[in-house]
């Protein structure tokens, strides 16, 4: 794994109804995340932030008449300038994006593939592969996952370029307790491997570890999708879309440890931290201990 990390934020929050992610970014900085990694020989570059419009600044600022899709030319924008920042990226460096919503996925993953078939780990309570059509809220944030499987508005599945950008195949969904029936019915259709929580309790985190490597690995490029809402809300209770009976403390890291220790894994989103629903920034703290793991901060 690379030993240079470049740090993009993307302070948006216009891909869901809740006000807040938006301030992710700038919660997992203060965290000092640069000196912690350098304590185990990463070197950090940081991009700063994509430009996201202020929601308020939209639609005349009536944010009660707004939601759903239309703020999507926005996110379009954010997204796409996303794309293009990580692809001038070296080769060599490792790109880590802040989110923002789980939107800033559709910018992300393109930008890091470079057009080139890559594995994604979406570590997630929700599997956000609604489309307009089927989602129950119309936000954007639960949609990510499947514009890049080339399902639902065209304008955000032809983000960076026409048509899907990750095949069905290529994507493991982790930490699962929440699916709505129509994202349901495509995931079963298109054979994406989810393991809900159901597994992660049967089977345990180093089978699913094991699972995740032995389909990805063949692959020269895998991205990390790390939502702050697949830890469980008793430690991570910093996120607007809480769902009860996530991951621990210990399931978490060992999963970023296993992945690290397979050396599969060549970027990385870290998203839906909400420091307004924060404790001490208990959430953007354990999201960059998460990444250290990853990156191949160990104990001995």
Not at 60 to 82: K, Q, W, Y
Not at 203 to 232: F, M, N, T, W
Request: charged share 20%; hydrophobic share 45%; aromatic share 4%.
């Amino acid at each position: 794994m690379s030993k240079k990390v470049a740090v993009l934020g993307v302070p948006m929050d216009l891909g869901q109804g809740r006000r807040g992610v938006d301030m992710g970014p700038s919660a997992l900085r203060c965290t000092a995340f640069e000196q912690a990694f350098a304590e185990f020989g990463v070197e950090v570059q940081d991009l700063g932030n994509v430009p996201v419009p202020v929601a308020e600044s939209l639609h005349g600022g009536d944010l009660a008449a707004a939601g759903g899709m239309v703020f999507l030319e926005a996110i379009r924008s954010a997204c796409a300038e996303t794309i293009a920042t990580l692809q001038r990226l070296p080769a060599d460096v490792f790109p880590i994006v802040l989110g923002g919503d789980h939107s800033v996925a559709m910018g992300s993953v393109p930008g890091v593939s470079r057009g080139e078939r890559i594995g994604v780990i979406w570590i997630d309570a929700h599997t956000d592969f609604n489309s307009p059509e089927s989602s129950p809220s119309g936000n954007i944030h639960g949609m990510p996952l499947a514009a890049l499987c080339g399902r639902g508005d065209p304008r955000l599945v032809d983000l960076g370029w026409p048509g899907a950008k990750v095949r069905p195949e290529d994507v493991v969904i982790i930490g699962v307790r929440s699916v709505d029936a129509g994202e349901r019915e495509q995931l079963r259709r298109l054979g994406v491997t989810v393991h809900t929580m159901k597994e992660v309790d049967r089977l345990g985190i180093p089978r699913l570890a094991e699972d995740a490597v032995a389909r990805l690995k063949r692959l020269s490029r895998v991205h990390v999708s790390l939502d702050a809402d697949v830890l469980d809300p008793e430690i991570a209770p910093g996120v607007g879309t809480p769902v009860q009976g996530g991951l621990t403390y210990r399931e978490a890291h060992l999963l970023m440890e296993l992945l690290a220790d397979a050396g599969i894994v060549t970027s990385l989103d870290l998203v839906e931290v909400n420091p307004i629903l924060d404790r001490e920034n208990r959430t953007a703290a354990m999201m960059v201990e998460l990444a250290a793991s990853l990156l191949g901060k160990s104990i001995l």
